[in-house]
């Protein structure tokens, strides 16, 4: 099992694409969240967009959702082999579509739905594709959001959007070889996601099995990095970077 980050920078980032990775396993494919910036990573990969087999949606903020819409009718115009699955947890299906209809629905020949552009599962605790099993674990983001991390045992967890729920990542430590962590390198507290300061306050062994994702452009100075990470020992995701198990 491969993962690349098609992005790893946070809502507002330009330099390195919005959060996302692409899982390559038993000769097919599992996008976690499509933001726009993707298309650009897969086309440096030399990859087109109808290409990608499997999606699974985190959450509906725009910067892990807006890409959507681009791979929906990419496939209409150049189909590939067969229509996108999208793996959706269930209680944000109807929401999902109301954000791409308007897009989406009306066409040249008639009225879509979303299953016209995606094969749509929703999902609850787990799916599997190709014998491989992925759990969702709900995330605490935004108060009564729905959003959700993906644990791939024994591989890795990736936690999606999320402040730090440090019960569940010392056990699922304990399960995995690497966990994908969102952290927004900056030592001010966004209330719904994790803070650098947080990270380190996590035993050093589990810092260790952690990559972090979601971080803002400018977390240092471009200068002062290396001797950023030779103090932290802490590493950070690098787009299109591949991590392998
Ligand atoms: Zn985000
Ligand atoms: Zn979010």
Redesign the pocket.
Do not use: A, L, R
């Given at each position: 099992m491969k993962l690349r980050f098609l992005g790893c920078g946070d809502?507002f980032s330009v330099e390195q694409g919005h959060n996302s990775a692409l899982l390559t396993f038993a000769d097919t494919n599992l996008c976690i969240d499509f933001p726009e910036s993707n298309h650009a990573s897969l086309h440096q990969m030399g990859m087109k967009l109808n290409e990608v087999k499997h999606i699974f949606v985190t959450?509906l903020?725009e910067?892990?959702i807006n890409g959507l819409s681009k791979l929906a009718l990419f496939h209409r115009v150049y189909p590939g082999k067969a229509k996108p699955k999208l793996y959706v947890p269930t209680g944000l299906r109807d929401d999902l579509w109301q954000v791409l209809r308007h897009g989406l629905e009306l066409t040249t020949r008639g009225k879509r739905v979303f299953e016209d552009y995606f094969d749509v599962e929703c999902v609850d605790e787990t799916f599997e594709i190709a014998g491989m099993r992925f759990e969702l674990i709900r995330t605490q983001?935004?108060p009564d959001m729905l959003?959700y991390g993906l644990l791939c045992k024994p591989y890795f967890y990736f936690s999606g959007?999320t402040r730090l729920d440090e019960t569940y990542i010392s056990k699922v430590a304990g399960e995995v070889q690497t966990i994908f962590h969102e952290c927004h390198m900056q030592d001010d507290q966004l209330p719904?996601h994790t803070s650098l300061e947080e990270i380190l306050t996590l035993p050093v062994s589990i810092q260790e099995k952690m990559l972090l994702m979601h971080y803002v452009d400018d977390y240092v100075l471009a200068d002062a990095r290396e001797p950023f990470h030779g103090k932290q020992k802490l590493r950070l995701a690098e787009p299109l970077r591949v991590y392998e198990w």
């Open positions: 809502g959450h903020h910067d892990h983001h935004v959003s959007d719904s």
